[in-house]
């Protein structure tokens, strides 16, 4: 069976870091992607930082420069968040899956965790 469980998460203050690791096992190795999103109340999913297991990485916009998404040897996924802002805050969730070519959009993959919660203040 499938486990993606997030931990890491937390609270703190804008301009703080926080360390996400997303511990994988039984991850298909048809699967060839990882990704980080996050869900605020009211807003949709949206993603946040992707990797490629060839080393390709993505970032939305919001969050490049001060995150940095990377894979250890046992496949779990890390997610570096540093300068944190209060729009950072939300459920951040890891997703991993076979990515065609768009590795920031969550309807691309087939295995989620649960989550946990970020919460910046300013």
């Known amino acids: 069976q499938v486990q993606l469980v997030e931990s890491g998460g937390g609270s703190v203050q804008a301009g703080g870091s926080l360390r996400l690791v997303c511990a994988a096992s039984?991850?298909?190795?048809?699967?060839?992607?990882r990704g980080w999103f996050r869900q605020s109340p009211g807003k949709e999913r949206e993603g946040v930082a992707a990797?490629?297991?060839?080393?390709?990485t993505y970032y939305a916009d919001s969050v490049k420069g001060r995150f940095t998404i990377s894979l250890d040897d046992a496949k779990n996924t890390v997610l570096q968040m540093n300068n944190l802002k209060p729009e950072d805050s939300g459920i951040y969730y890891c997703?991993?899956?076979?990515?065609?070519?768009?590795?920031?959009?969550?309807?691309?993959?087939?295995?989620w965790g649960q989550g946990t919660q970020v919460t910046v203040s300013s």
């Open positions: 997703a991993a899956g076979w990515v065609a070519a768009a590795p920031l959009l969550p309807g691309e993959y087939q295995y």
């Open positions: 039984a991850v298909p190795d048809s699967t060839n992607c």
């Open positions: 990797a490629y297991e060839r080393d390709s």
